[in-house]
Each structure stands twice: as structure tokens, then as C-alpha cells.
């Protein structure tokens, strides 16, 4: 899990996951559909996606198989292409699909750290490159993200380590610490899941964003901030299943316009 080379601070830092606390979503659904949208990404694969998507941004948390899904999609796309390519894409999917989905109550939270002179990192399950780009875009430290593997800057499809999810951020993040010589005492943290419970435990001002129902509840009972910047739940409930059935209609719809092309090929 590489990170930026950063100058020690004795004023701590701070951590941000990034999946509905810095962004609206799933990052790596919305990686699938800028991929989906140059045809580099499979009808089944961008389904599948979007079927996670759809159970993260209605009830709020994250299915382990919908992890593990999205994990093996991701590296069996990525296999046998070259790092600076994918880097790349990456680059133009963030700007086209990414950039206006930041909460900007989250972004305002990051600013407020950076204001202080703190340093702010990623810590995320998202494909690290993708978090760099994320960190970079934003003026941000640093980011520790999942890490794919490569031999000579190819993708070999396997991971280095595993998924940076749940307890493997609050390892990532105190061997970062030790390493920068921070107190965790003196670092913030926000996330939107239980799952990050681990991290968030980790250090002295933790912070809930956008949480789900397990982390809300957790949070009021040991008093810690809770910050929610979603409008309309109630109708975003409705609205993301109509999306769902839509995606579906397009997909069928555009399976078939290539069908009718390949015949006519033929």
C-alpha cells in the first residue's frame, strides 16, 4: 500500500475513507461505468456493479460479496495492462465521473484539517491509483489504497496483500503513524461504516460521515460527531431502484444495437 513521502508533523492527521464519506458512492462503480462507457467494460460486469451500487447508496452499507465481486472484476480487467495506462484512464474517468460527486460538506471537513496544517490521507478500499489520483485532485497528503500487482508496470491480476477493507485500514493507518511518529491520540478519522470501527476505535477524535445504521447507533452511544450530508433519503430509496431498472432497460438495449451491428457484419 504505497503512500506519498511526507515531512513529519507533530500535529497528528487526519484519515478519510472515501466511499460515501468523501464521495457520493461506490468509487469503483463509478471506475466500471467510465470503463463501460469507452467499451472496455463488459454488459455482465457493469450489471453486477451497478446491483452493488444499488444495495451501497440504499441501505448504506457494504455487502462483503459485493466487495469480493467488484475486487475480482476490477483485476481481471486490469490483467496484462500497463500501470501508466491504466493511470491514465483513471485521470479522464475522475474528471468525467468523478469529480462533481465529492460531498462538499466532507470537502469542507478535509479543508478545515488542511486550514490547521494537518495532514490529510486517504484510506480506502478503492485501487490505490485511483486514490492517488482522488489525493492529488484534491490537494490532499497522501493515500493508502488496495494495491494490485504488477511485474515490470503490467498488471499480473493478482493483489499485493489484501483488499484494504475493515480491520486492514486500522493496521495500514498505526503502521503509517509509526513510521510518520504520530500519536494516534492526537489523529482524526471519519468513515460512513461499521466496518471501519476498527480504524475509527484507533484514534482520539473519530467521526461519523453519511453512516449507516450500525455506526450511527455506535456513535451517539460513545458520543462521537456525526455528520450527514445526504438530502431526500427517502426518495433516493425510490429513485436508486427506478436507476436500476433504467441501467438494465440500456444495457439489453445496447446489447442488442451491438447484436444487429455484428449481423450486419456478417
Same mark, same amino acid.
Given at each position: ?10 500535529? *497528528?492527521?487526519?484519515?478519510?475513507? =472515501?466511499?460515501?464519506t468523501?464521495?457520493?458512492? $461506490?468509487? !469503483?462503480?463509478?471506475?466500471?461505468? @467510465? +470503463?463501460?462507457s469507452?467499451?472496455?467494460?463488459t ?10 451500487q ?5 441501505t ?8 469480493d465481486a ?30 462533481d ?11 478545515g484539517?488542511l486550514?490547521? *496544517?494537518?495532514?490529510?490521507?486517504? =484510506? ?6 485511483? $486514490?492517488? !489520483?482522488i489525493?492529488?485532485?484534491? @490537494? +490532499?497528503?497522501?493515500a ?31 503502521a503509517?503513524?509509526r ?27 473519530p ?11 455506535y ?5 462521537w ?23 438494465v ?13 455484428t449481423?450486419?457484419?456478417?
Amino acid at each position: 500500500m504505497p503512500h506519498d513521502t511526507v515531512p513529519p508533523s507533530t500535529k *497528528g492527521a487526519a484519515f478519510f475513507d =472515501v466511499d460515501n464519506t468523501l464521495m457520493r458512492g $461506490a468509487s !469503483i462503480y463509478h471506475f466500471a461505468r @467510465g +470503463l463501460a462507457s469507452r467499451d472496455l467494460f463488459t454488459t455482465r460486469d457493469l450489471l453486477r456493479f451497478a446491483w452493488g451500487q444499488t444495495v451501497f447508496r440504499v441501505t448504506g452499507s457494504e455487502q462483503p460479496e459485493h466487495i469480493d465481486a467488484a475486487r475480482e472484476a476490477a483485476l481481471a480487467f486490469v490483467a496484462g495492462h500497463g500501470v501508466s495506462d491504466l493511470v491514465a484512464l483513471c485521470e479522464e474517468i475522475y474528471d468525467d465521473t468523478m469529480a462533481d460527486r465529492i460531498w462538499e460538506g466532507t470537502r469542507e471537513l478535509v479543508q478545515g484539517h488542511l486550514d490547521a *496544517g494537518r495532514q490529510v490521507w486517504l =484510506v480506502t478500499a478503492t485501487p490505490v491509483e485511483l $486514490a492517488q !489520483i482522488i489525493r492529488r485532485r484534491l @490537494g +490532499l497528503t497522501g493515500a493508502l489504497g488496495t494495491e494490485a500487482e504488477n511485474l515490470d508496470g503490467v498488471y499480473t491480476g493478482r493483489l499485493n496483500g489484501d483488499l484494504l477493507h475493515g480491520p486492514a485500514k486500522a493496521v495500514a493507518v498505526r503502521a503509517l503513524a509509526r513510521r510518520e511518529g504520530w500519536d494516534l491520540d492526537s489523529c482524526s478519522a471519519y468513515s460512513d461504516s461499521s466496518n471501519d470501527l476498527p480504524l475509527l476505535s484507533l484514534v482520539g477524535d473519530p467521526h461519523a460521515v453519511n453512516p449507516d445504521g450500525d455506526l450511527r447507533r455506535y456513535a451517539r452511544t460513545h458520543g462521537w460527531p456525526v455528520h450527514d450530508f445526504r438530502r431526500h433519503r427517502t426518495a433516493l430509496k425510490v429513485a436508486v431502484p427506478a436507476a436500476m431498472a433504467g441501467a438494465v432497460a440500456g444495457a439489453v438495449a445496447m446489447r442488442a444495437i451491438r447484436h444487429r451491428r455484428t449481423a450486419r457484419a456478417i
